[in-house]
């Protein structure tokens, strides 16, 4: 399919395409069939090679080291590297921590970017964003945020209790979402605050047992609950404006929703191929499964609907350019986990026993892209959001004759 990406943006994604089939799936492959996993050390490698290739970390400034791509320049990179379990992680393009880049990049001082920052880019750190809270705190209503950052001089004192910070049990720091002006509504009374994870009162309680989770690394990323009990950092370690938090989040946000649109359309692509080519070589009832037009036709509405995310993502981050572009980055959201949710479903029921086995990545992806329809906000979220919208648009008068009909 020909999407229109710029020429810079074909070429790098050519030269992504050519790392992934030569260098990332034949280990992913072999991780899979033999389960010897992937260990820090070896992904050092790859970052390794990435450089090289002119490839680490697409998504921010040479400065950092990074190859300074402007958004839609690096956008159909992220589409192969979803491709794979650990591509996104092998060129350092992977979540959380390129978000939380992106969130330094726009927000923090100078002495933060060089402390933290550049480390992370690098990946001699790793971080985590901890917003979501237990039950009587923010989650899909961030709104409800229950954490605290009181001023004592020239500290912040941060009590509260999180939830679903991802990869914070290998994380060096974590960016905390915390309400500093108690009297404000909340979008306009809270700020992320960078806190070292070994600061004094910062207690990881534990990652929990979930459905999915890279399964061919050697260490488990997770996710975590944690409690900040009278946790002290200096008042310089706000990331962003004091109290723009919210304003930050949703900057950090737009981007990455559609960097995680992206991914999973690339692994859904995948799937369709594992699966035609599995249904190609299987036979069943005298001819191969591939012509049996119970699923032809549904590989073809699968096929017509990756089409349409890949286009309303691609659609959602020209809109980027020029607003926040909510309503258009909400869509491409929705649409494209619930497509990619879709897609997984059918790919391992056209592999039979094969689609549930690990040896393939089938399962894995399957696992993974449940959680899709539920972080970076719920699809009921964001569909409050564009109801709301898109009943703005009414027109009453259209309807005069007819809601006065019986007046008549
Ligand atoms: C794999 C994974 C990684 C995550 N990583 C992070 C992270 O790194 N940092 C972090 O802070 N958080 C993270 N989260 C948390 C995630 O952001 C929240 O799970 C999400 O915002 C939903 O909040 P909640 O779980 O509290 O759901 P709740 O707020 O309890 O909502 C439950 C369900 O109610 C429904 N619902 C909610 N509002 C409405 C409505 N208005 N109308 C209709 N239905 C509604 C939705 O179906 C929703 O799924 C992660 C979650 C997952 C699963």
Request: one cysteine or more; a negative charge.
């Amino acid at each position: 399919m020909e999407y229109h990406d710029s020429e810079k943006a074909k070429e790098v994604a050519t030269r992504v395409e050519a790392f992934m089939e030569g260098e990332v799936l034949p280990r992913e492959r072999e991780a899979l069939r033999t389960g010897d996993r992937i260990s820090f050390d070896e992904l050092e490698d790859y970052w390794e090679m990435a450089k090289d290739r002119d490839l680490f970390a697409p998504q921010m400034p040479e400065e950092y080291g990074g190859q300074g791509l402007g958004f839609r320049d690096m956008l159909p990179s992220f589409e192969q590297v979803g491709r794979s379990l650990f591509g996104a992680l092998s060129i350092r393009a992977n979540a959380p921590d390129e978000g939380n880049m992106h969130t330094l990049e726009i927000g923090a001082n100078e002495r933060i970017k060089e402390e933290y920052l550049r480390p992370l880019v690098q990946g001699e750190m790793w971080s985590a964003f901890s917003m979501t809270e237990p039950m009587n705190g923010g989650g899909a209503d961030p709104k409800m945020l229950q954490t605290t950052a009181e001023k004592d001089g020239d500290e912040w004192v941060i009590n509260g209790h999180k939830w679903w910070t991802s990869q914070a049990k290998i994380a060096d720091f974590l960016l905390v979402m915390a309400r500093t002006d108690p009297d404000a509504h909340p979008y306009e009374g809270a700020s992320i605050i960078l806190v070292p994870v070994d600061t004094d009162g910062v207690e990881i309680v534990r990652n929990y047992d979930h459905l999915g989770g890279h399964g061919i690394m050697e260490t488990e990323f997770g996710h975590a609950e944690i409690t900040y009990d009278d946790v002290r950092v200096p008042v310089e370690n706000t990331i962003g404006e004091e109290n723009g938090g919210f304003r930050l989040a949703q900057l950090r946000l737009g981007g990455g929703r559609l960097t995680h649109c992206m991914r999973y359309s690339g692994m859904a692509e995948r799937a369709l191929t594992i699966a035609k080519t599995y249904m190609s070589e299987r036979e069943g009832f005298g001819s191969p499964i591939a012509d049996k037009q119970a699923l032809r036709h549904r590989i073809a509405d699968a096929e017509t609907n990756l089409h349409a995310a890949r286009t309303v993502s691609r659609h959602a981050a020209r809109e980027l350019d020029r607003s926040d572009a909510r309503i258009e980055v909400a869509m491409a959201k929705t649409f494209t986990a619930n497509v990619t949710n879709e897609i997984m479903d059918l790919a391992v029921q056209c592999c039979g026993g094969n689609g549930i086995a690990k040896d393939l990545p089938l399962a894995h992806f399957y696992e993974e892209v449940r959680a899709f329809r539920i972080f970076d906000g719920p699809d009921e979220v964001h569909r409050r959001s564009i109801a709301r919208e898109v009943f703005e648009d009414t027109a009453p008068e259209e309807l005069e004759n007819v809601l006065r009909f019986g007046e008549r």
